[in-house]
């Protein structure tokens, strides 16, 4: 059977993490195509954050050629972009082992998810067995930083509200059993921060950031396709 593993590379040598560095207040999802030889293509999602700092981080980023706006959906936008370097060059100065950078390409794995940071890659996606996730897991703790989020067996149930916070998923729950997401409504905000302890102005804050992070890992990433 299959992993599923969600993990953090810590190298700020990756491709785009210059960009995360300076709109910090933006959420960066790269994907790679790779059918474009050894320097793939960057479709760059974004969302919220400031658009001129992310398009001027996009321009002044050493390893982005030219870059254009592809698309644009609410407080999300698409972006595809040259690279401007192959990926072995650009972590060639930071990374010894290229020959283990190269060997990944061909491990029984594929990353369905990047998000990039202020200081890497957060990665999740599925390793055909345990010893191609050692392969991987174990070239970027040599090489690199890597601290394991999550190992699951294909096909496991993955934790509710993943990626909460404990007082993140306490206030979701406790809004639901109230019934503050009914229609009607049969609880406010006053009734909700009285049994968490805290302000209704804390329970608001608490509840939209956590609506927020599961619209983010959700419906964020299907929304409809834009032109490529």
């Excluded at 609410?74 to 990374?95: F, N, V, W």
């Excluded at 070239?139 to 990626?163: C, I, S, V």
């Excluded at 608490?206 to 834009?226: G, K, N």
Aim: net charge negative; charged share 25%; hydrophobic share 40%.
């Amino acid at each position: 059977m299959g992993l599923v593993a969600a993990f953090d590379i810590h190298c700020d040598a990756l491709p785009l993490v210059g960009v995360a560095r300076a709109a910090p207040e933006a959420k960066i999802v790269l994907r790679l195509q790779f059918n474009h030889g050894e320097r793939p293509l960057f479709i760059v999602t974004v969302t919220g954050g400031s658009r001129t700092a992310v398009e001027a981080a996009l321009t002044d980023a050493e390893d982005v050629d030219e870059w254009a706006a592809i698309g644009t959906a609410g407080s999300t936008r698409r972006y595809q972009a040259t690279p401007a370097l192959s990926l072995a060059e650009q972590l060639g100065d930071h990374i010894d082992d290229l020959a283990g950078l190269e060997a990944l390409a061909t491990a029984e794995a594929t990353i369905e998810r990047i998000e990039v940071t202020a200081d890497g890659w957060r990665q999740s996606g599925w390793f055909a067995t345990r010893a191609a996730f050692d392969e991987f897991s174990s070239f970027w703790q040599r090489n690199a930083g890597f601290r394991l989020r999550r190992l699951t067996h294909d096909g496991a149930p993955e934790p509710p509200g993943d990626g909460l916070s404990d007082r993140q998923r306490e206030a979701l729950r406790t809004a639901y059993e109230l019934g503050y997401f009914d229609v009607p409504r049969r609880t406010s905000l006053d009734a909700i921060g009285t049994e968490l302890g805290i302000s209704a102005s804390s329970v608001s804050e608490r509840l939209r950031r956590a609506q927020t992070h599961l619209i983010e890992e959700t419906v964020a990433t299907t929304w409809p396709p834009l032109p490529e």
